[in-house]
């Protein structure tokens, strides 16, 4: 069987899988990581994103054996080592941007990605098109839109804090 | 999903002598079609070989008058080409709306040109733009090589290596995507330039095609209001649950206007 050698979350892991053994298959029952969701399972629902060497995908849909050497980060890897949460993680709790929570790992991960990726600030529009990827049934989108909102302008070091983007 | 052999070679010589020493082996490069079917079923086969390790397949560059685009070219990389930005901006538009961002971190455009999926975006700027494809054995042009839904003119142990796109004067793309699974409905990519005035439309009927009545309206006058009047027949169109033929066929027009509107 293949051997998958990569990093998650800063810890190297060899792991033995089947050519088969979906990424997300390889998370949550090889390493125990179950934060990363399986919804859809086809590829249209965003509950399993993750990033794999910086960029964000879809874990259901992408094999094991493709990210052998990569480094991948799950919402375990998001907080501090002291758990002080990531500006994302911190902008959700506060705006209160989820109610049932199972599409908020993918959410958080999507979010985090679609930032990193407009230094320039990303519109509410631009937010709700980024998004696309991910579907959450519950909110109606509404206060995740202003999390992220919130979260970009601390990334991006524009603000202190989440609460202070609130008021 | 069946278990297979996995194989990840680093040469296109290597990657086709694994496809033609096994009829049932399959080439997977982002996977985001292969994988979904694999899951379903609905193909078993017995190994993979995976292209994401093959250097000569990936990267954009320019030759000539031409933009020269390996197979191995994920979405993303051509919606934020500066290149591409800057000489077809109508396909880094077009690659910047397939799917979502997380699909087109991972989808490519051998794979989705491969494939000729009628929903696909890529398969219309490929013939729109009249492109040649370039493969393990001969290049093909555009006008040859989608034969049908799903089908293309590539054999089994044949890989698609790159695509040469030539530098149009004026390019633009529309689409009508489905709300929920974002694949298209009728979408239409129009070109004016060394290949002369193209109208491609995807998404609507088996296979991509070339809309010719529009094209020699447009090579009379290029503006909106020159494929206004033109009624795509809707004897060919798709019909589904997503749309009937005649409102695939209404929607042909309204894109292909909606692209003359977008190159300028």
Redesign the interface.
């Known amino acids: 069987m ?1 051997q998958v050698t990569l990093t998650v979350n800063g810890k190297q892991h060899s792991v033995e899988v ?3 053994t ?1 990424l997300v298959e390889l998370l949550r029952e090889k390493l125990r990581l179950t934060g990363t969701h399986v919804g859809c ?4 629902c ?1 509950a399993c ?1 993750v990033h794999v060497d910086g ?4 874990s259901c ?3 094991a ?2 990210v052998d050497g990569c480094s991948v980060t799950t919402i375990e890897g998001l907080a501090a080592a002291d758990g002080t949460l990531h500006p994302m993680q911190e902008a959700f709790r506060e705006y209160h941007a989820l109610q049932c929570g199972f599409c908020t790992p993918g959410m958080v991960m ?1 979010a985090v ?2 930032v990193q990726k407009h230094p320039e600030g990303l519109s509410e529009q631009e937010i709700r098109e ?1 998004l ?3 579907l959450c049934r519950c909110t109606g989108y509404h206060n995740i839109v202003k999390a992220i909102d919130a979260a970009q302008e601390v990334m991006h070091g524009r603000r202190a804090s989440v609460a202070a983007a609130a008021e | ?6 194989h ?1 070679p680093t040469t296109v010589a290597d990657a086709v002598a694994l496809l033609a020493a096994d009829p049932d082996a399959k080439a ?1 490069s982002g ?2 079609t292969l ?2 079917a ?2 379903h079923r609905l193909n078993k086969p017995t ?2 070989v ?1 292209l ?1 390790g093959i250097a000569e397949m990936k990267g954009i560059k320019q030759v000539g008058n031409a933009i020269v685009i390996g197979a191995f070219t994920r979405h ?1 990389e051509v919606a934020t080409s500066a290149l591409v930005k800057s000489t077809i901006p109508a396909l880094a538009y077009l690659a910047s709306h397939i ?5 087109r ?2 989808g490519t455009i051998g794979g989705s040109v491969s494939n000729n999926d009628p929903a696909a975006d890529y398969p219309s700027a490929v013939l729109g733009l009249g492109a040649t494809i370039h493969t393990s054995s001969r290049k093909i042009p555009a006008d040859e090589f989608f034969l049908g839904m799903f089908t293309t003119a590539m054999e089994p142990d044949e890989l698609l290596v790159a695509i040469e796109f030539p530098i149009p004067e004026k390019a633009g793309y529309a689409k009508m995507k489905n709300p929920a ?2 694949y298209v409905m009728a979408g239409a990519f129009v070109s004016k330039g060394p290949a002369g005035v193209r109208v491609a439309i995807n998404g609507a009927a088996a296979c991509v095609f070339r809309q010719a009545e529009m094209e020699a309206a447009l090579a009379a006058n290029w503006s909106p209001e020159a494929v206004a009047g033109i009624k795509q027949p809707a004897d060919d169109m798709n019909s589904d649950i997503h749309g009937s033929a005649e409102y695939r066929a209404h929607l042909v027009t309204v894109m292909a206007k909606r692209a003359v509107a977008a190159a300028g």
Request: zero cysteines; charged letters at 25%.
């Open positions: 293949p089947e050519g088969r979906l399972d086809t590829s249209q965003g994103v960029n964000s995908l879809k849909t992408t094999l054996v493709a999507s990605d679609l980024g696309e990827g991910n | 999903m069946y278990d297979f052999d996995y990840k997977v996977g985001h994988i979904p694999l899951k190994s993979l995976d994401s993303v799917g979502d961002n997380q699909v971190n991972r699974s974002r």
